[in-house]
């Protein structure tokens, strides 16, 4: 009833500005958090912190979702929590696992049944949220009780130890913690914590008495990061459209310099709307007081405690490696933490090569079931081990001391680092419109037109490092 009286008073809106009503709720929700996030952060007490999050939250799924959203939303996460308080915490990974990716399963395939190769707003994409929240917590649990054996945890492990379990107000407060859970980014559950208990800044260098400076420059920073964002996605999306793409000789006016051009302006644009979401998420937990995390070594405060994108290292990248550390960082930080690591027989021993290809399978189906997701894992597993394997045989001719100026760097690096751009730019956007097509017949008619580059070049590249011994010991 209430979601049918919102969406008709949302109509006019949505007629007006062109965009579907359940993006108009999204948007309206994130932007909602700046003023609800400013009254979290003067809340004096832990208890009224946890009480505001669960409410505000939970009225902003039923506002965007609906009844069904909500239940959604909670059933996952409040089963692995009931489970977790009755089995030995040696299964809690297994179980958040399990059960997170499983139920997000089902929301996908449901969707591909319901609306398929749509693009319409549901309760998925926060759920996708939650079973990193989730999968981390129970990890964390597990980790809380090897800490009196700390040669089992890496460093990142020990610092996010859950040392009891927390009640299930704090749970579903951490889980319904409006700024973020609709569009990320994740966080850690001891974070959140202290950070509503008002102890998270206690011990920070430059500011003894335990009080974090004012967060309205930063949040009007992150702020006006998504609004030009949206702008450059909305320019970019008339000019240079990703319809053509995938339309058999829908690139055919453009030789293959034109086409490589209008593919990666149409992928800045598709980036966008993705900058657009993040940074105005990340805005609003600026302003709840979340986003600060300290000072840097000249006394300036830090506002990166929720940054889920750093757009300038993103375009700019130098390589596949960084890209993969800036490009989506909370889920990427989840990734190598979570899944990536933790293949290795110990913390001592290196991690095999295989827990790569694994990690990128978990997050292909942490995306979904459609082809393209897998299709770009794959080819992103593949392409990250080749950039292992270049940067061993030819960093080390561009890097020698030998004719270095006067700033250390051999003039010759920066073709090496052009083209670290160029290849990880190629890399990036032949991925991406395998994510934006989705489909197989899409992903095929893509690699047509573009005469099967994203398909043979991965592959004559392996071929040329296989020929060059390596300079330096593989990272």
Request: proline share 5%; with cysteine.
């Amino acid at each position: 009833m209430i979601t049918a009286i919102v969406d008709a008073a949302l109509k006019p809106l949505a007629s007006a500005v062109g965009f579907p009503i359940d993006t108009i709720k999204f948007i309206l929700c994130i932007l909602l958090s700046y003023p609800l996030g400013a009254v979290f952060r003067r809340i004096p007490t832990a208890s009224g912190r946890h009480a505001w999050s669960v409410l505000v939250g939970a009225s902003m799924i039923l506002l965007c979702y609906g009844f069904w959203g909500l239940f959604h939303f909670l059933a996952g996460p409040l089963f692995v929590f009931a489970l977790i308080n009755v089995l030995p915490s040696k299964y809690a990974p297994t179980i958040g696992f399990a059960v997170m990716m499983g139920y997000l399963s089902c929301l996908h395939i449901h969707r591909m049944v319901t609306d398929y190769m749509g693009y319409s707003m549901d309760v998925t994409s926060a759920v996708m949220v939650t079973t990193i929240k989730v999968s981390s917590f129970a990890c964390n649990v597990r980790d809380g009780k090897l800490l009196s054996t700390p040669d089992l945890l890496t460093p990142y492990w020990r610092k996010y130890a859950i040392h009891s379990i927390p009640t299930v107000f704090e749970f579903l407060s951490y889980l319904l913690f409006f700024p973020t859970f609709l569009a990320g980014p994740a966080f850690h559950f001891s974070t959140y914590k202290q950070f509503a208990e008002g102890t998270l800044y206690k011990d920070v260098t430059y500011n003894p008495e335990g009080k974090e400076p004012s967060p309205t420059l930063a949040a009007l920073s992150a702020f006006g990061q998504a609004i030009v964002s949206v702008a450059i996605h909305v320019v970019l999306g008339k000019y240079f459209p990703s319809k053509p793409l995938f339309i058999q000789g829908g690139m055919s006016a453009y030789n293959i310099i034109s086409r490589l051009i209008y593919l990666h302006l149409c992928l800045i644009g598709v980036r966008c709307q993705y900058y657009f979401a993040w940074k105005l998420s990340e805005g609003a937990g600026i302003l709840s007081g979340m986003g600060f995390e300290g000072y840097n070594a000249s006394g300036q405060p830090i506002f990166d405690n929720l940054c889920n994108v750093y757009i300038g290292k993103v375009e700019f990248a130098g390589s596949v490696r960084d890209l993969t550390i800036y490009w989506n960082y909370a889920t990427g930080e989840w990734l190598k933490n979570y899944v990536y690591t933790r293949q290795a027989e110990s913390i001592q021993a290196r991690v095999p090569t295989w827990a790569m290809y694994l990690t990128n399978i978990v997050s292909a189906f942490w995306h979904g079931f459609y082809p393209g997701y897998y299709f770009a894992f794959a080819k992103a597993s593949f392409e990250i081990d080749i950039y292992r394997q270049l940067r061993a045989r030819f960093r080390p001719l561009f890097t020698k001391k030998e004719g270095a100026t006067e700033f250390g760097v051999y003039p010759a690096k920066h073709l090496y680092d052009f083209a670290g751009w160029l290849l990880q730019s190629l890399a990036f956007n032949f991925g991406l419109a395998f994510f934006v097509g989705l489909s197989f017949s899409h992903a095929l008619v893509f690699l047509s037109n573009y005469y099967y580059i994203p398909l043979v070049a991965p592959f004559v590249l392996y071929g040329i490092v296989s020929i060059f011994p390596a300079k330096t010991k593989r990272e």
